[in-house]
């Protein structure tokens, strides 16, 4: 089922009160877009754009281009990191945003999103304030990562 097609078909659903959850289907179209999409990384630096694309490349994924925007307004939205999503979405022409920042307000810890060109969220991750998990950045976002991308399918056989 195509991407689109699977969205709609889960809206009608939903609208009708018929919707019993998630199917297999839906995954797959997920998966589908995932693995055809132009994706980008909004960030100041390059850091996370490189791990982001090490676990990307693991599923033979495209690797993601570096989206170079200050992103700083957004810690001043609610959501901090769906706003710097929503920011590549407008500044870029990418079908998949994949962004990383603060879940809410600070100390809330941090939110990775993966979001298509319509805004629409395709899968998350997040993580405890760092001050709690003591990882490194690094480390943080490989593990966001492959974490966002089991959400919705993708095999592993490495733990997270």
Same mark, same amino acid.
């Given at each position: 089922m195509?991407?689109?097609?699977?969205?709609?078909?889960?809206?009608?659903?939903?609208?009708e009160?018929? $919707?019993?959850?998630?199917?297999?289907e839906?995954i $797959?179209?997920?998966q589908?877009?995932i693995?055809?999409?132009?994706i980008?990384?909004?960030?100041? /630096?390059?850091?996370?754009v490189?791990?982001? /694309?090490? +676990?990307?490349? $693991?599923?033979? !994924?495209?690797?993601?281009?570096?989206?170079?925007? /200050?992103? /700083?307004?957004? %810690?001043?939205?609610?959501?901090?990191a769906?706003?710097?999503?929503?920011?590549?979405?407008?500044?870029?022409?990418?079908?998949?945003v !994949?962004?990383?920042? $603060?879940?809410?307000?600070?100390?809330s810890g941090?939110?990775? +999103?993966?979001?298509d060109?319509?805004?629409r969220?395709?899968?998350?991750?997040?993580?405890?304030?760092?001050?709690?998990?003591?990882?490194?950045?690094?480390e943080?976002?490989y593990?966001?990562?492959l974490?966002?991308?089991?959400?919705?399918?993708?095999?592993?056989?490495? %733990?997270?």
């Amino acid at each position: 089922m195509a991407f689109e097609e699977s969205i709609r078909k889960a809206s009608i659903q939903s609208y009708e009160g018929t $919707r019993k959850g998630d199917t297999i289907e839906e995954i $797959r179209a997920i998966q589908d877009y995932i693995r055809g999409a132009k994706i980008v990384v909004p960030n100041k /630096n390059g850091i996370k754009v490189e791990v982001i /694309n090490e +676990v990307l490349n $693991r599923f033979d !994924i495209p690797s993601a281009e570096y989206l170079q925007v /200050n992103t /700083n307004y957004a %810690d001043f939205s609610r959501m901090p990191a769906i706003a710097k999503a929503m920011i590549a979405v407008d500044q870029s022409d990418a079908d998949l945003v !994949i962004a990383r920042g $603060r879940l809410g307000i600070p100390g809330s810890g941090s939110l990775m +999103v993966f979001m298509d060109n319509k805004s629409r969220i395709l899968t998350a991750a997040s993580s405890p304030s760092h001050v709690i998990h003591k990882q490194s950045l690094e480390e943080t976002v490989y593990k966001e990562t492959l974490e966002a991308l089991k959400k919705v399918g993708f095999e592993c056989d490495e %733990d997270i």
